[in-house]
């Protein structure tokens, strides 16, 4: 039940109660007139007035109100009425008008009663009470709800109907932080208790900004009736906006497993609270299900919500066909974009560049497009085994797969133009990758150079023994290829 209609069948429920209050006869009136009555110094009937009265009180028990109300006019015209007569045939006139259903001359007649002077204090509260309930009945909610408050203040009797009352009539009045304290009493007072007392604290604590306590009320209420969708929502929303966010997942989840939930609003609730548990794959899962049951629009934009949640859990492979679907029915740039970064995830730079590059030809920021076409190659060319120098030329490593692999890395650097904010990285990374190259080739040097130089000293070791063995041995064979130049370096100018 939204705001608007909770108030309308509310609005309706207090108008029709107020409305019996009145009709069940709850306002009492002094209607009854015994001219001979004498209960203090001056509070009789002079012959001239009590003749006609008793006559408009005859014509009241006749249910003649009009003609009754006549005949009390025309005494009021007397000369020299004194305050009681005057009071007490206000208060009949009054009762008449009531009877008519003229609430407004029947509240102003009560009143001049008052004025009068002519009652007893106990007969001016009890008077005030019947013109607070008419102020209600008449819609004057506000100015007769205080008028009963002030009486109960007073010392009134406050019987279960005034209760109801003045909650009505504060609800009314839209003054919800009156009404509140008068709708609590009624409810607990209440039993058994009905839906209707259970909406209205609903409603009061709604317009209150109170929801905590209104969670607790529906939470009663889903106990009473449990099959009622619209009281679990309720219930889910309160303790969300109320800073209870994980009660309202553990609610929908509790109503989305149970078989509840069945429109799409309330389903992407459910994979939204997911998503934001940090269970990307959870809330994927449920989404892919809802959409192959139809419950779930297979629209791009769900499409896209899928892929996302997919790459969230890192399941790039799931996501690849999804946004595949999404990127070509679309033909949005960043689909493309993002199609080429799952398949870059999961090592398919072939497939993701073609991806990027399509990416890029429908607007999307060719900087970080080809910075993540350029990496995939890098990475690409990592797996390829590293040349060994011993047994490798400098031109065989030029030309080997990872050589060849990191220039294709290079050229797709090179491709980040200059002025993105992927620009400078771009030329790090050559500068990176070059220094690779060039560190194995120098460490191939130094090998080569530390083999001729361990050879350079077993020669000379050699001939240095050939002194007293009369001949010239090594031991280490390889090293005879390096002494053609340790003899042109070294024994030529030993000769000269």
């Known amino acids: 039940m939204t705001g608007s209609t909770m108030k309308t069948t509310l609005k309706n429920w207090l108008v029709m109660g107020a409305a019996a209050v009145l009709a069940a006869g709850t306002l009492s009136v002094a209607t009854s007139f015994d001219a001979q009555a004498q209960a203090a110094e001056g509070r009789q009937f002079g012959s001239k007035a009590g003749e006609p009265v008793l006559e408009a009180q005859n014509l009241m028990t006749s249910n003649?109100?009009?003609?009754?109300?006549?005949?009390?006019n025309q005494v009021l015209t007397l000369p020299e009425l004194n305050p009681y007569e005057r009071s007490t045939i206000y208060q009949m006139l009054g009762a008449c008008y009531y009877e008519m259903n003229q609430y407004g001359p029947a509240i102003s007649n009560f009143e001049n009663a008052i004025n009068a002077g002519g009652l007893l204090p106990n007969e001016v509260d009890n008077l005030r009470v019947n013109i607070a309930q008419l102020l209600i009945g008449n819609g004057q909610y506000a100015q007769g709800a205080q008028m009963l408050e002030n009486w109960m203040n007073r010392g009134g009797q406050q019987k279960p109907q005034?209760?109801?009352m003045l909650m009505q009539a504060w609800v009314q009045s839209e003054n919800y932080s009156r009404a509140l304290p008068w709708a609590e009493k009624w409810f607990r007072a209440a039993s058994p208790k009905e839906r209707k007392h259970f909406?209205?604290?609903?409603?009061?604590?709604?317009?209150?900004?109170?929801?905590?306590?209104q969670a607790d009320i529906v939470k009663e209420m889903i106990a009473r009736w449990p099959n009622d969708k619209q009281l679990w929502d309720n219930w889910a929303s309160l303790l969300a906006n109320g800073g209870r966010e994980e009660e309202a997942f553990e609610v929908n989840k509790m109503l989305y497993l149970g078989g509840v939930l069945s429109s799409e609003s309330d389903l992407l609730k459910v994979v939204q609270y997911y998503s934001f548990y940090d269970m990307p794959f959870q809330a994927a899962q449920i989404l892919e299900k809802e959409m192959n049951a139809g419950r779930i629009s297979r629209s791009s934009d769900r499409m896209v919500q899928l892929s996302d949640?997919?790459?969230?859990a890192r399941e790039y492979k799931r996501a690849i066909p999804v946004l595949d679907q999404a990127a070509k029915s679309s033909g949005n740039s960043k689909l493309y974009a993002d199609l080429g970064e799952a398949?870059?995830?999961?090592?398919?730079?072939?497939?993701?560049?073609t991806a990027f590059k399509e990416a890029i030809n429908r607007g999307f920021n060719a900087g970080k497009s080809?910075?993540?076409?350029?990496?995939?190659?890098?990475?690409?060319?990592q797996k390829e085994p590293r040349p060994v120098c011993k047994e490798t030329t400098r031109e065989q490593r030029e030309n080997s797969s990872k050589a060849k692999k990191n220039q294709l890395a290079i050229d797709a650097f090179n491709r980040v133009p200059g002025s993105s904010k992927q620009g400078r990285d771009a030329q790090k990374w050559i500068s990176f990758i070059k220094s690779e190259?060039?560190?194995?080739?120098d460490r191939c040097q130094f090998e080569k150079d530390l083999k001729v130089e361990l050879c350079n000293i077993k020669i000379k070791a050699a001939y240095d023994n050939e002194v007293f063995t009369g001949k010239w041995e090594i031991d280490d064979q390889a090293c005879l290829a390096y002494k053609p130049a340790y003899d042109k370096k070294f024994r030529k100018k030993k000769d000269e």
């Open 64 to 72: 003649s109100f009009s003609a009754a109300a006549a005949k009390l």
């Open 437 to 441: 190259g060039q560190a194995l080739e």
């Open 162 to 164: 005034h209760v109801e």
């Open 199 to 213: 909406d209205l604290l609903n409603f009061l604590y709604n317009n209150l900004g109170q929801p905590g306590r």
């Open 309 to 312: 949640l997919f790459r969230q």
């Open 343 to 353: 398949l870059y995830n999961e090592g398919e730079c072939g497939r993701a560049e």
């Open 370 to 381: 080809w910075m993540l076409i350029a990496t995939c190659r890098y990475e690409d060319a």
